[in-house]
Structure formats: C-alpha cells, structure tokens
C-alpha cells in the first residue's frame, strides 16, 4: 500500500491539478483531442485521394509539398495576420474553423461527386505525352486539382487550427505557471486521438463490402468521414464558446494579466535575421541540423514507403483502411514510448543517448526497408512461400514498421530533447534562438528532401528508379544528425553542468 505522502507524490508527477482547474483544464483537453482526431481522418484522407487518384501516384507528394503547400501556407499567414488586425480573437477563432469544415463538406459533396468533369484529365495527357516521365507528379497536382487542394487544406489544419489556434488560445488563457503542469497533459491526452481516429478511418473505409452493387464505396466511406469530421469541428466551436463565457469571466482561471507578454521582448525574427543568428552560433547550428535532417529523411523515406503502399493497395478504400490502422498503431507506441520511456531514458541514461535514440532507431529500420526495396528479387522465392507473404506486402509492412516508429520517437525523444537543448541558453537566446531554428529549420527540412527527388524523378523517370539514390542521400543526412547530436550533447552539458 502507498502511504498518504507517497501517493501525493504520485499524483503531483502524472496528476498535477487542481480540483477547481478542471472546469478550464478538461475543455482543453477535449478540444486538442478534437483538432488531432480531426487532423488524423484528414492526415489519412488526404494521401489516400492524391496517391490513388487517376496517373497519379506517390511521386505527386514532393511536388505538392513544395510547389502548393509552401505557397498556401504563406499565403494563409498573411491573410491570418491582416484578419486579426480587423476582427476579434473570438471571431477569427470561428471564421477559421467554420471555413474549414465548410471546404470538407463542399468537397465531399460536390468536388468529389464532379470530380471527372472538374479535372483536367485531355490537358494533362498532353503534357504527359511531351514532358519526360519525371515530370508525372507535377502533372498529377494539376489533373487531380481538387484532390491537391483536399490535401493543401488537411495540411493547413494541423498547422493552422493546431499551432496557431488552439495553442494561441491555450497561451493567452494560461500562465506561464499552469502551462508547466497543463501542457504535458495536452500531449498525453491529446496522443489519444491517433489510434482511436486511426481505428474510425479502418473501419469507415472498410464499409466496401456492406455496400450494394453500383455504390461508390470510396465517395460512401468519404461522405462518412466528413460527417464524423464536421460533427468535431462543430464541437470544437462550441467548447470554445463555452471556455470564452464561463472561464474567461472566472477570476480564479483566468488572469489577463499574467498572460500578457513584454511589449519590448521582440519575438519575431525576419528570415535573414534567423539564418545570421543560427549560422554565428555553433548551438543553434546544431539543433538546426537535428531539425533539417529529421525532415529530410522522414520525408523522403516516407514517399519511397507510400510508392509500395500504392503498388499493394491502388483501391483508395484499402489504401485508406491500412492508413488507419497504421494511425492506430502510431498512436498506441508513442503513448507507450510517452508513459515509459521518454522519463526514464533522459533521466538514467542522459540527454545525448536520448537524442541519438531517434537517428539511431530510424537508420537501423530505414536502412533495414531500403535494404528490401533495392535487393528483395534477389531473394529465393522460397523464403516468402515459408513466411506465408508476398515480397510486395512484406516491403509495405517493414516501411510501416519504419515510419511508426520513427513518428514515435519524434513525439517521445526527439522533440522532449529539442526543447530541453533550450533551457541553458540565456532569456534573449532562448527566445530567438527558437524562433530562429522553426524559422529556417522546419521548412529547410521538409522543402529540401521533396527538392531532392524531384530533381531525381526529372532525371531518372520513377520514384522506383530513384531508390538507390535516395537510400544514399538518406543515409549521409544520418551521419550529419548523428554528428550534430553527439556534438550538441557535449555543448549541453558544458553549458548545463548536466550528465550529456
């Protein structure tokens, strides 16, 4: 039995909340659960309409990340920031929201249903009969335009309804105190929402076969999921209604006060101020190259998986129905990773063996999926006839086994080490020094692995013929992550006076 003082101790570590901060700290919780059980269909949805659709195929996902995310995104900040200039926090909070789920809802009413007549499939035939193969991803964004705005609007979500507005919300409600024992507890309760979305995506996608002859399963299991999506985002307005009327007007929750930042503390870096602060200090360089060279290589790993996927599963309802059970999957072993390993493995064995957890990890399985792409014809058919497998579905099942664990890793080591690497920087470095890193670091990462196999597909033709080099590329990016963090782990501890 647990003494009085032992179980206190217990419920300060994974409990530390007051019981007249529940009425501010469930909503929360509920709300962040909504906007990634949201983000989780869409996440699933949105590869799932852009791979399987007409000439298309995985080699659509570098193009769009590039040539259409990056320039929505931009687009959208701007048009974010001159909004909140003219309309009240509230107000933009449901314009936001509501345009959203009104987009989903008209796609898959209309866009999706018209979607024959809507695509420029004679225009696009063209250019593919003239353009080099390679050039087949770039064409597909424009022949499935509807799709590649699906797949522009599920990113904005994440980043758009996750990091700006729940967390703009959550910092303006919250003191830097209460953030301290809140905040974990959003991430704990919030990883929830992969494996039970993940398991609604299996099974709404895998309704197919209740369906009478003649029926569009894909548009049935879309309309679903839309239904399903809206009725959250709906939800989701209305916590926050009920937050911004019974919590902000309660005293005891909400001080404005304590929130309100220094007017002379600048916050904001422009681009050139970034690069200049990240490239004169040898710290910030480090964490940016942990940073770049994880986005580089999940990202271009995870379009060589994806090309499998889509040789095994070209029916967009399987395609989507195994989407979602590897979100469930996901889901379950980072909350595992969470609960019992994140703690433990930085407090026994150190920051820098935290942090080279995650390079180490995705390199022995990367190396271990890239290995089975590039050399699995020359293995006897045999061992697949005694495994019960095919050699294809075996591919997709190790680059699965690849991808979850390295989201997993991320969510419990990677990002837990990348913000302690903050704390022994003094107050104007902390602040800018991370400003800096998600300024040139984020987009650097992701924009530069979709950069290098476009150029590779316009060269070589194929996602396909594009593997070796890939797999090389991939692993000279470990080698600079793996040196980074070694380096930065010594940097850390001088600085910190802690064990690296």
Not at 52 to 75: C, Q, R
Not at 111 to 117: A, I
Not at 241 to 253: F, G, H, I, Q
Not at 292 to 311: A, F, H, P
Request: net charge positive; aromatic share 16%.
């Amino acid at each position: 039995m647990y003494s009085e003082s032992e179980f206190g101790k217990w419920r300060e570590r994974f409990w530390p909340v007051h019981s007249h901060e529940l009425k501010k700290l469930i909503p929360m919780i509920f709300m962040f659960y909504l906007i990634l059980f949201n983000y989780t269909i869409l996440r699933d949805t949105k590869d799932t309409l852009v791979v399987t659709g007409a000439a298309s195929g995985a080699e659509i996902i570098p193009f769009l990340k590039l040539w259409v995310n990056v320039p929505f995104a931009i687009g959208f900040t701007v048009i974010y920031s001159r909004m909140s200039n003219i309309v009240r926090r509230n107000t933009l909070f449901y314009m936001v929201i509501s345009v959203f789920l009104l987009f989903f809802v008209f796609f898959s009413l209309w866009l999706y249903p018209n979607r024959d007549t809507l695509h420029f499939h004679e225009t696009a035939d063209y250019l593919q009969s003239i353009l080099p193969p390679g050039f087949m991803g770039l064409i597909a964004v424009m022949r499935n335009w509807t799709f590649s705005l699906f797949y522009v609007m599920s990113e904005l979500w994440g980043s758009v309804c996750l990091s700006m507005l729940f967390w703009g919300f959550a910092n303006h409600i919250n003191t830097i105190a209460e953030s301290k024992r809140f905040y974990a507890l959003f991430g704990m309760m919030g990883n929830l929402a992969l494996p039970t979305a993940g398991y609604f995506v299996y099974v709404a996608s895998g309704v197919r076969d209740n369906l009478p002859e003649g029926v569009d399963s894909w548009g049935y299991s879309l309309n679903l999921m839309t239904g399903v999506l809206t009725v959250g985002g709906v939800l989701i307005i209305f916590i926050y209604w009920w937050m911004n009327r019974y919590v902000m007007t309660d005293p005891s929750l909400y001080h404005q006060l304590d929130v309100e930042e220094p007017a002379n503390e600048k916050l904001k870096l422009s681009l050139k101020e970034s690069f200049h602060m990240i490239i004169h200090s040898r710290y910030l360089l480090c964490i940016a190259l942990l940073v770049i060279s994880y986005g580089v290589c999940i990202n271009m790993v995870e379009v060589t998986w994806k090309n499998q996927l889509r040789l095994q599963f070209p029916d967009p309802n399987a395609y989507n129905q195994f989407m979602g059970l590897f979100s469930t999957c996901t889901g379950m072993v980072t909350i595992f990773m969470m609960l019992f390993l994140t703690n433990n493995v930085i407090r026994k064995f150190g920051w820098t063996f935290a942090a080279l957890c995650t390079p180490v990890i995705l390199l022995l399985t990367g190396s271990l999926f890239f290995c089975f792409v590039l050399f699995r014809d020359l293995l006897p058919e045999s061992l697949f006839l005694t495994l019960g497998i095919a050699p294809l579905m075996l591919t997709v099942i190790l680059g699965a086994i690849q991808n979850i664990m390295s989201k997993s890793t991320k969510y419990a080591l990677f990002d837990p080490t990348k913000e302690m690497s903050y704390i022994p920087l003094n107050p104007e470095e902390k602040v800018k020094g991370k400003a800096a890193v998600d300024i040139i670091g984020n987009p650097t990462g992701k924009s530069t692995g979709s950069l290098i196999q476009q150029i590779l597909m316009v060269m070589l033709g194929s996602l396909s013929a594009i593997a070796p080099y890939v797999a090389v590329i991939v692993l000279c990016f470990f080698v600079v992550w793996i040196a980074s963090a070694r380096s930065l782990g010594k940097q850390f501890a001088t600085v910190s006076g802690h064990n690296p």
